[in-house]
């Protein structure tokens, strides 16, 4: 559920703002307009929560998935050899070095015999 929280913070933080404006648009058009009182009311809500949820949607769509898609063209996440070829493997989260390291692990060359 952590990895919902931004993209829909997002999407309300971009909705409200839109949705204000559209219902400020719709409402002076209406009171203007041969349009009553209550029905540019209605209006300027029914367009307040179109233009919110429209604009936060997509925004929050947007913010997932790139949020989901894993980067292109990256280093994978693991165990990489130390630059000092010191013995030591540091580990890359596939966007920056960790603080973590371990011993370097001997690697195994299989041989095949049948071949």
Known sequence: MNDLKAPLQLGVVVGIPVGI???A???MVGINGSAGGSSALM???SAFLIGALVSGGIAALVAWYRQAKPARGGT????YE???HDGT???WSGKAWTNRTRPRQQRVKRIDLNG
């Open 82 to 84: 130390s630059p000092e």
């Open 76 to 79: 994978p996440s693991g165990w």
């Open 43 to 45: 209006d300027g809500l």
């Open 21 to 23: 404006v559209f219902a």
């Open 89 to 91: 493997e540091w580990y």
């Open 25 to 27: 648009i719709i409402m």
